[in-house]
């Protein structure tokens, strides 16, 4: 009898033994998936949304050599001036951890890959609560402004026997001081404040590519031929846009992107931000001179705003008003912004959701490449960078993107509205579609990435995008 009933009372011990560490395991298990679901809602739920603004002047203070076209062009003249905008944006969750961005809008070609690590650096250790990594630039492609590195465009540029010319090494050391000053600036300046949204239309970007009956494409190519086919590709006339606003709903800035390269006066020897200099004076007659104004151009690779067919009648219309071409296009793209402000002003929001992820990922060279006449940046990895505030997603790309790869981005995106960002990060050539390589032509024969690498950026955008909803 007390054999059995010390066995008895080991087996019932043995028995609560083993369902205790169960409910110890199933609590941890609980109390684990209860503080990763804790940490997931904190990230999607609406925080205070901080801003902060700033611009810097980096017109060059010589002449320098012109990049964008293929030939050399030494500037005469200043025109208008350079400008580079800085928008930081900031949220704080409860447990103390934010979520960062710095976003930096250019007057110049392209960014080098170089030159956004190189601002990376100096602003690290002026701004110790802010994630460097969390900091993109972009262009808007003006081709009246210099480069930055020295023999990038293979000696078409060189100005090492041209007295009193800024080299672009020169120039880039510039740029990178005036604008490390007005990111530390942006940065340290935001302040708690709003954000609301609108969707408006300007005819501004028009695709640049002829085709003909034979199956070959031109870019600019004569649409008065008698072999003339058709444009190639599509056109996108929408005007994106981002209000920002500070106490008592005063606007401070405005991101605006359009799928549309600032190459209106591309050939001119002179230093100019080209249309986006109208635009920002358009916009500032029209509302405060106090607002910030953010470009951004959306996937653009076969789009420009110069006119293919139609041309009379447009340049009658346009001296009716007595505007330039790069005033009517500021026009269209104002009358856009303040169409969309009076919806945009009733839909503020202080408290929003930001999260911002920073993806590096490698993409398939085309085979066989052919390089084109300017150096570029690897793309084993790219960088690209995706945002999410409110209903609104951003996605960057270092490339002259087709159109059509952004629109398929757009079109598979969860977000209310999609904002892509070419020419960001870094330089990796034109990016053409399988249609545009086989009408071949410039912007369509030498490139680093094809249409199989393009795929893999839209798939790998999408699914960053969609994951930021999920």
Avoid at 300 to 329: C, N, T, Y
Avoid at 404 to 419: C, E, H, M, P, Q
Wanted: aromatic residues 10%.
């Amino acid at each position: 009898m007390v054999y059995k009933t010390v066995i008895w009372t080991l087996l019932h011990f043995c028995i609560l033994s083993v369902f205790g560490c169960q409910n110890m395991a199933r609590k941890s298990t609980v109390e684990a998936t209860q503080q990763a679901g804790a940490a997931m809602e904190e990230q999607s739920t609406e925080q205070t949304l901080y801003v902060g603004w700033a611009s810097a002047d980096i017109t060059p203070q010589q002449p320098v050599a012109l990049v964008g076209q293929m030939r050399k062009r030494i500037s005469q003249s200043v025109l208008d001036p350079l400008t580079a905008t800085v928008l930081a944006l900031e949220t704080r969750g409860e447990n103390g951890k934010p979520e960062q961005a710095i976003m930096v809008s250019c007057d110049v070609v392209y960014i080098r890959k170089p030159i956004q690590q190189r601002l990376r650096v100096l602003i690290k250790h002026r701004l110790p609560d802010f994630d460097t990594d969390k900091l993109f630039m972009n262009a808007t492609h003006t081709h009246t402004a210099p480069g930055f590195i020295d023999g990038a465009f293979y000696g078409l540029y060189d100005v090492s026997q041209d007295e009193g010319v800024m080299k672009a090494s020169e120039y880039a050391s510039f740029f990178l001081e005036r604008i490390s000053e007005a990111v530390v600036e942006a940065w340290r300046s935001r302040q708690p404040g709003g954000m609301s949204w609108a969707l408006g239309h300007a005819v501004v970007g028009l695709n640049r590519r002829a085709h003909y009956f034979d199956g070959s494409s031109v870019m600019y190519g004569s649409t008065q031929k008698d072999n003339f086919s058709n444009i190639e590709g599509y056109e996108d006339h929408a005007v994106e846009m981002l209000f920002f606003w500070g106490p008592g709903q005063v606007l401070t800035g405005i991101v605006i992107n359009l799928a549309c390269p600032s190459q209106e006066t591309e050939g001119l020897s002179v230093i100019s931000a080209d249309f986006w200099h109208d635009t920002r004076k358009e916009i500032r007659n029209r509302l405060s001179d106090d607002v910030f104004v953010f470009p951004q151009c959306a996937a653009a690779g076969d789009i420009s705003p110069h006119r293919m067919f139609r041309e009379k009648a447009e340049d009658v219309m346009r001296e009716r008003r007595g505007l330039s071409w790069r005033q009517e296009i500021a026009r269209r793209i104002a009358n856009a912004v303040e169409d969309g402000l009076v919806s945009a002003k009733s839909e503020i929001q202080t408290n929003t959701i930001l999260k911002h992820v920073v993806a590096r990922i490698d993409l398939p060279v085309h085979e066989p490449s052919a390089l084109p006449f300017y150096e570029t940046d690897s793309v084993k990895p790219i960088e690209f960078h995706v945002i999410r505030l409110g209903d609104i997603a951003l996605a960057t790309n270092p490339f002259e993107l087709y159109l059509d790869y952004g629109i398929r981005i757009k079109a598979r995106s969860k977000a209310v509205l999609t904002f892509l960002v070419q020419l960001s990060c870094q330089e990796s050539g034109y990016l053409p579609t399988e249609k545009a390589i086989r009408g071949g032509g410039y912007s369509a024969d030498k490139f680093i990435v094809g249409p199989q690498g393009g795929q893999v950026l839209v798939d790998e955008t999408v699914k960053r995008i969609n994951a930021m909803w999920d």
